[in-house]
Structures are given as structure tokens and as C-alpha cells.
């Protein structure tokens, strides 16, 4: 696939923490700033308009916190003023991002991560597509 994207031209993508478009299993706690399950990073020059469907594999409803867009993914507090908690309801599944729009922001190096309690690890499956743009072709 062409890395370049033309003027109003779009394509459909994995999410880049996918390996062939398969599902991410959210596999870490957030025990430090960098334990985080990596869900997808909009790469520079593109606006990513992202999907992702969250799937509770367990019996209990299990708390899904997803870290949109910080402005810097190394430093805690910045971290904790772009996450979200979302509880996903026992063998469940919910569209926890319906076409958000996404860009590269300041010093970060992922654009959305996610993590659990320790005792719900590996308990949530993330799915979903991105549609890139070229970004220079909005504004």
C-alpha cells in the first residue's frame, strides 16, 4: 500500500497496535507511564479518524481506560487529563470511539493507549479500523 495520500483520497487501516487487523488484547495495568497496551498512533502529515470496539470477555463488568491524545505520553499528568474510563458490561461489547478524529499533538510518541485494573489484564479485546487522511488537504 502507497505510504502517500492524494488530494481527497482516504483509506481504510488497522489499528496500528494490531498485527494483521486482529485484536488487541488489553494486557497491561498502568503500574507506570509507559504500562500501556498501544492501541493506535496517527503518524504525522494525517488525520486519522479512528473506530474501536471494546469486547468484555468476562463475567463481570470490567472498567476499560483509554488515553486519548496526550500532549505528552511520558508525563503522568498529562496522561490522567487525557484518559477515560469507560465500564464495559459482562460478555459485552461496546463502540467506545465512533470516527474520532485524531492528529499528531506535541511531544507523543502512541495517540491512544489503553489499560485495566491489574485483576481485569487480558480480560477486554479491542477491535476497529482507522480511515486516514491526508491532512494538509483539510484546512
Same mark, same amino acid.
Given at each position: 500500500?502507497?505510504?502517500? =495520500? +492524494?488530494?481527497?483520497?482516504?483509506?481504510?487501516?488497522?489499528?496500528?497496535?494490531?498485527?494483521?487487523?486482529?485484536?488487541?488484547?488489553?494486557? =497491561? $495495568? @498502568?503500574?507506570?507511564?509507559?504500562?500501556? %497496551?498501544?492501541?493506535?498512533?496517527? %503518524?504525522?502529515? *494525517?488525520? $486519522?479518524?479512528? /473506530? #474501536?470496539?471494546?469486547? +468484555?470477555?468476562?463475567?463481570?463488568?470490567?472498567? !476499560?481506560? =483509554? %488515553?486519548?491524545?496526550?500532549?505528552?505520553?511520558?508525563?503522568?499528568?498529562?496522561?490522567?487529563?487525557?484518559?477515560?474510563?469507560?465500564? #464495559?458490561?459482562?460478555?459485552?461489547? @461496546? /463502540?467506545?470511539?465512533?470516527?474520532?478524529? *485524531?492528529? !499528531?499533538?506535541?511531544?507523543?510518541?502512541?495517540?491512544?493507549?489503553?489499560?485495566?485494573?491489574?485483576?481485569?489484564?487480558?480480560?477486554?479485546?479491542?477491535?476497529?479500523?482507522?480511515?486516514?487522511? +491526508?491532512?494538509? =488537504?483539510?484546512?
Amino acid at each position: 500500500m502507497p505510504a502517500s =495520500l +492524494n488530494a481527497q483520497e482516504a483509506r481504510r487501516e488497522h489499528l496500528q497496535g494490531s498485527i494483521g487487523g486482529g485484536a488487541i488484547s488489553v494486557a =497491561l $495495568d @498502568y503500574s507506570t507511564a509507559d504500562d500501556v %497496551t498501544v492501541v493506535h498512533h496517527v %503518524t504525522a502529515g *494525517f488525520v $486519522d479518524s479512528v /473506530w #474501536i470496539q471494546a469486547h +468484555n470477555r468476562s463475567a463481570a463488568d470490567v472498567t !476499560l481506560q =483509554l %488515553t486519548l491524545n496526550p500532549s505528552d505520553d511520558a508525563n503522568t499528568t498529562a496522561i490522567d487529563l487525557a484518559t477515560v474510563a469507560v465500564i #464495559i458490561p459482562a460478555y459485552n461489547s @461496546y /463502540w467506545v470511539l465512533q470516527g474520532d478524529a *485524531f492528529r !499528531l499533538r506535541g511531544t507523543n510518541t502512541t495517540t491512544i493507549t489503553a489499560h485495566t485494573l491489574t485483576g481485569d489484564i487480558n480480560k477486554v479485546l479491542l477491535t476497529g479500523y482507522v480511515v486516514r487522511m +491526508n491532512s494538509g =488537504l483539510l484546512y
